[in-house]
Structure formats: C-alpha cells, structure tokens
Nanobody
Framework: QLQLVESGGGLVQPGGSLRLSCTASGFTLDTYAIGWFRQAPGKEREGVSCISSSGDSTNYPDSVKGRFTISRANAKNTVYLQMNSLKPEDTAIYYC????????????????WGQGTQVTVSS
C-alpha cells in the first residue's frame, strides 16, 4: 500500500520553528517530486514548497520564501520542511504530496497525498 505520512506539526509561538517530515511507505521517493501544501479553515489548499525528484529544483511562494526550506533524504525515504520565523498566518493543516519527477503548483497533478499534520502558531 502506497502511503505518505506527515509528522512534526504542533503548537509553536510566533517566531518559532518546526520541522515537518514526509515519509513514504510502499514506494521509494527517489523518482517523485514532493510538494508541501497547506489549508487553513475556510481557505483553499495552497502550495508552500516543492522539491524535484533530483533535488536540484525547489520553489516557494513569496509568503514563505526565506523562512521555509525544503530538503530530501532519499536514503530515509523522507522529505523535510524546515519552517522558521513562523507567523500566526502560517496556521493550517500541512500536507505532503507526490508526483513523478517534476514539481507542479496544481493540487490536482499530485497523485499521492498524506493525511496532514496540524501546525498552529499562537502565543
């Protein structure tokens, strides 16, 4: 069974940091691009980062650029999202998703999704 499992979410104060992990089971991630998305209550799911299968290409929207860093450890079948300088507006459920080789900004182009992990930024 092909699965993606996110972990690392939680409650953090503004300005704090969290590292999310996305671990695959049932398949290896080395031929998949991995995107991180988030969805806040009442809002559409939005992309916050993506890394290509080779790791050579990453992208971030302006809202998180300079604060979030995506990386991958294929030997661990895991992709990470390091989130620094967190803001209350970063509060959302964070999902990872996989598609072959190249990143896409379109949610519907990802075939595999995790169940999500809650990130809450609040004092």
């Amino acid at each position: 069974q092909l699965q993606l499992v996110e972990s690392g979410g939680g409650l953090v104060q503004p300005g704090g940091s969290l590292r999310l992990s996305c671990t695959a089971s049932g398949f290896t991630l080395d031929t998949y691009a991995i995107g991180w998305f988030r969805q806040a209550p009442g809002k559409e799911r939005e992309g916050v980062s993506c890394i290509s299968s080779s790791g050579d290409s990453t992208n971030y929207p302006d809202s998180v650029k300079g604060r979030f860093t995506i990386s991958r450890a294929n030997a661990k079948n895991t992709v990470y999202l390091q989130m620094n300088s967190l803001k209350p507006e970063d509060t959302a459920i964070y999902y990872c998703a996989a598609r072959y080789y190249y990143c896409s900004g379109y949610v519907q182009r990802y075939g595999y999704w995790g169940q999500g992990t809650q990130v809450t930024v609040s004092s």
